[in-house]
């Protein structure tokens, strides 16, 4: 017997997956050496730290000599190739992370640089560009610059080496996924060029780089040539969908006691925070994290290719270089993004049956439509899709904990949005 789980999608929509499956499959093979690289490191480092049934054990009350905290700790730390590391169920998101990176970072008076332009939705309200809530940056008297990007969306190097003359900038920022722009997500190449200019230009300000959705997307991180701290999330790449909360920051020594001191208190810092019972799916998270952010990658290259094939504008091609878990594809107009994102939702393991419609959601300036049937709320690295319904209309899709669903569900999709009427 025959099996084919294509068999109830349009024949001519079967034809084109069977075309596009022949040409992706040398880039996926490429995926797959990569996925055995960072395997390998994260499997001699496990084996560097003698990880043991007792770093398991969970702490409660203050967290005071949690053991498996500080080891898991000191294994983020090694495989970013950096001193210190702060991971914990405490931080909300990665957002709250990358709040607290800033904020120990600068004082009243002192100016926050983005250099890859104006951050997303939700870090402009962190800064005081929207939204206006207490406690933002602009109330703590913090400032705020960013050379906006070149058409084509690369950094103007020319015009920040000015901008960068302010005395008062103390922090420079490099966002490397696109967030809700239009932009491409940049690459650890291209973040490289970036860093030695700063440090060329600005030797004197730390770096932070927002590394959300890039974790184990390349065989580099930006910690790797000089960043100074960077931030990710728990539910996203580096928890592998097991770990169901938290957050990250990884960098310099004297900055992650500083951002430790933010998080909890001066004095306690980082020998506070208890660790309950999520200790076991950290560990098993980071060590799942190469594989499973290899299938969500595998998985955008489909989409990639089954979209161009459909006609549609995608970014990045599927052939492109990776270095996140975001594929885009623009539709141009609402109605067929909204269908296809709820196509997403009904091919999901949870909530199948509800249809997405799109709503104002808080640290966004625009009504959002989203579909995330995931095992925990809010995980990307499980397979999503969200975009703002504002031209050019265009979803950015993630995630994926193993490329069989994603293919299922993009082939659905198509099928859904293309072939009915």
Not at 259 to 275: D, F
Not at 319 to 347: L, S, W
Request: proline residues 5%; negative net charge; hydrophobic residues 40%.
């Amino acid at each position: 017997m025959v099996l084919s789980w294509k068999a109830n999608l349009p024949e001519e929509l079967q034809a084109k997956i069977d075309k596009v499956d022949k040409m992706i499959a040398p880039r996926l093979a490429e995926i797959d050496e990569q996925i055995l690289h960072n395997q390998q490191r994260v499997l001699e480092i496990f084996r560097k730290h003698r990880v043991g049934e007792e770093d398991l054990v969970p702490s409660t009350g203050y967290g005071y000599d949690d053991i498996g905290r500080d080891k898991l700790e000191a294994i983020y730390a090694d495989y970013f190739k950096a001193d210190d590391a702060l991971v914990r169920s405490q931080f909300s998101s990665a957002t709250q992370a990358i709040a607290v990176g800033l904020f120990s970072m600068l004082r009243p008076g002192d100016t926050l640089y983005y250099l890859t332009g104006t951050p997303y939705d939700t870090i402009q309200e962190v800064i005081g560009l929207a939204g206006n809530k207490p406690g933002n940056m602009k109330e703590w008297g913090i400032n705020f610059k960013a050379t906006e990007l070149l058409e084509n969306g690369e950094v103007d190097f020319e015009q920040a080496k000015k901008d960068l003359q302010d005395p008062k900038i103390k922090v420079i920022a490099i966002q490397r996924s696109l967030g809700y722009a239009v932009r491409a997500s940049f690459t650890m190449e291209k973040i490289k060029k970036m860093l030695k200019f700063i440090k060329e230009v600005r030797p004197d300000v730390n770096i932070f780089v927002d590394n959300c959705y890039g974790e184990f997307s390349e065989c580099e991180e930006p910690t790797f040539y000089g960043a100074d701290l960077i931030a990710g999330s728990l539910f996203k790449n580096a928890g592998a969908g097991i770990v169901k909360g938290g957050a990250f920051l990884v960098g310099r020594k004297d900055l992650i006691e500083g951002a430790g001191s933010r998080l909890n208190v001066p004095g306690a810092g980082k020998g506070e925070g208890a660790t309950w019972g999520y200790l076991r799916d950290m560990y098993q998270g980071f060590f799942m994290a190469a594989h499973t952010t290899g299938q969500a990658i595998k998985g955008m290259i489909f989409t990639a290719a089954l979209c161009e094939e459909m006609g549609m504008n995608v970014a990045p091609k599927w052939n492109d270089p990776r270095t996140d878990i975001v594929q885009t594809v623009t539709f141009g107009e609402p109605d067929p993004m909204i269908k296809f994102c709820g196509a997403i939702q009904h091919y999901s393991p949870l909530n199948s049956f509800v249809d997405p419609i799109p709503y104002h959601q808080d640290g966004y300036e625009d009504d959002v439509v989203m579909a995330s049937g995931s095992f925990t709320e809010g995980s990307t690295i499980e397979l999503s899709s969200d975009g703002p319904l504002r031209p050019p209309y265009r979803l950015y899709i993630q995630g994926g904990l193993s490329y069989e669903h994603v293919k299922i569900a993009i082939a659905h999709a198509v099928a859904e949005t293309f072939y009915q009427d």
